[in-house]
T-cell receptor, first 121, second 117 residues
């Protein structure tokens, strides 16, 4: 249980293009999904928190118009990096918290996806 | 504000020896504490957590952690290290749920564990 997938796992794009990353909870419903960014040899930096059906809450310093987050269902959240530039190159990781009534899965725990490596040329 | 400190960037241990990865925290209220492991170019895998109850928590792959309230610590331990345990380990904390945003985890900077054959 508690499997979170991300697609794509790796993407290379040209500067100025937009890239969409999907995060899916495969075997549970996620009340809340989180998007993190990780630079090489560094910790995770929380970018935003999204709840199904409502607008995402962005952390200070994260441009909401550049990093568009949509959480359309209890199993899917998407992060779109708009007009990507080389400085947006990073490892993007999502996580999901279980909705109440998720069986053996804990509502207290975030379950992480495998990450998406974005390289902007 | 909540914070996590992992004082060691790297820990080296010989295979078969016990290992400890240190973590201290600061949070308002009773802490929710987590350990995650990350292998290269992968996401984080949940190892164990402390919410309440016994101070010694057992988790996946033979790992355990001890919650020490007076020292505000939550060190990760394993009695006998394996080469396959070599990875990056993150300690994380959050406060008890108190409204929007309180599910947010704050991570330490990570500790690279190298188990030497």
């Amino acid at each position: 249980g508690a499997v979170v997938s991300q697609h794509p796992s790796r993407v290379i794009c040209k500067s100025g293009t937009s890239v969409k990353i999907e995060c899916r909870s495969l075997d549970f419903q996620a009340t809340t999904m989180f998007w993190y960014r990780q630079f090489p040899k560094q910790s995770l930096m929380l970018m935003a928190t999204s709840n199904e059906g409502s607008k995402a809450t962005y952390e200070q310093g994260v441009e909401k118009d550049k990093f568009l987050i949509n959480h359309a269902s209890l199993t899917l959240s998407t992060l779109t990096v708009t007009s990507a530039h080389p400085e947006d190159s990073s490892f993007y990781i999502c996580s999901a918290s279980v909705a109440s009534g998720g069986g053996d899965l804990s509502t207290d725990t975030q379950y992480f996806g495998p990450g998406t490596r974005l390289t902007v040329l | 504000a909540q914070s996590v400190a992992q004082p060691e960037d790297q820990v080296n241990v010989a295979e078969g020896n016990p290992l400890t990865v240190k973590c201290t925290y600061s949070v308002s209220g009773n802490p929710y504490l987590f350990w995650y492991v990350q292998y290269p170019n992968r996401g984080l895998q949940f190892l164990l957590k402390y919410i309440t109850g016994d101070n010694l928590v057992k988790g996946s792959y033979g790992f355990e952690a001890e919650f020490n309230k007076s020292q505000t610590s939550f060190h990760l331990k394993k009695p006998s290290a394996l080469v396959s345990d070599s990875a990056l380990y993150f300690c994380a904390v959050r406060a008890p749920y108190s409204g929007a945003g309180s599910y947010q985890l704050t991570f330490g900077k990570g500790t690279k564990l190298s188990v030497i054959p």
